[in-house]
């Protein structure tokens, strides 16, 4: 009995574990560079990571706006993080691999809202600029079939460097796919003499 109680609990286990999902949920974002006030991101809007387990039930929430990144004590952190010796190798790591791991990244977009206005000193950049991010966002669009979509990018001829971005969208993965891009960007090989260091990194092949 007590064993077939253990593989009922491994099986849950692996359940949980493979229809474990995170969603992005932006509402409502405006950027702009350079700023233009104190506030890089508007006040009104929500940066939401949610946690989801049977890829509908809702266990965890972080807002990541609430996060305060300039705080002493949050570069005091990074800076002594970047003086470890396996930090820059870390580093060095995900430099190699980035790539890589941006061409297996499978993440779902359910929902995008997107407005860019973009302007440069210079009105031909302008319009080359335009050209090109348009390019890539019908791209991204087609490779991920979107069912509710919207985009618009509007060019800003008045002589200065500017870029606005507001968007309201939702990106969803699967936690098993987090963890394979995380092994893919941390790549490592292990020593003869047992010890694990960061190497260079092969390409993946076909299989």
């Known amino acids: 009995m007590s064993i077939f109680i253990l593989i009922i609990i491994i099986i849950l286990i692996n359940v949980l574990f493979f229809t474990t999902s995170i969603k992005l949920e932006i509402e409502n974002l405006n950027l702009v560079f350079p700023k233009e006030n104190k506030n890089m991101i508007n006040k009104q809007s929500k940066i939401l990571l949610k946690i989801y387990v049977l890829r509908k039930i809702k266990i965890g929430q972080i807002d990541l706006k609430k996060i305060d990144f300039k705080s ?14 396996f930090a820059k190798e870390i580093k060095k790591s995900i430099t190699r691999n980035i790539f890589q791991a941006i061409k297996k990244l499978d993440m779902k977009i359910e929902k995008i809202d997107l407005n860019i206005l973009i302007g440069t000193e210079d009105a031909a950049i302008t319009a080359i600029s335009i050209g090109i991010i348009s390019t890539l966002i019908s791209n991204i669009i087609k490779i991920n079939d979107f069912e509710v979509q919207k985009y618009k990018i509007f060019p800003i001829y008045d002589g200065r460097n ?33 010890r694990s260091s960061y190497r260079r990194s092969y390409a993946y092949s076909n299989e």
Not at 72 to 84: E, G, H
Request: aromatic share 10%; charged share 40%; no cysteine.
């Open 72 to 85: 002493d004590k949050f570069k005091n952190r990074i800076d002594k993080l970047k003086q470890k010796e």
């Open 162 to 194: 500017i870029l606005k971005i507001e968007l309201d969208s939702i990106f969803s993965t699967n936690i098993t796919n987090i963890i394979y891009i995380f092994k893919l960007l941390f790549k490592r090989r292990v020593k003869e003499n047992g």
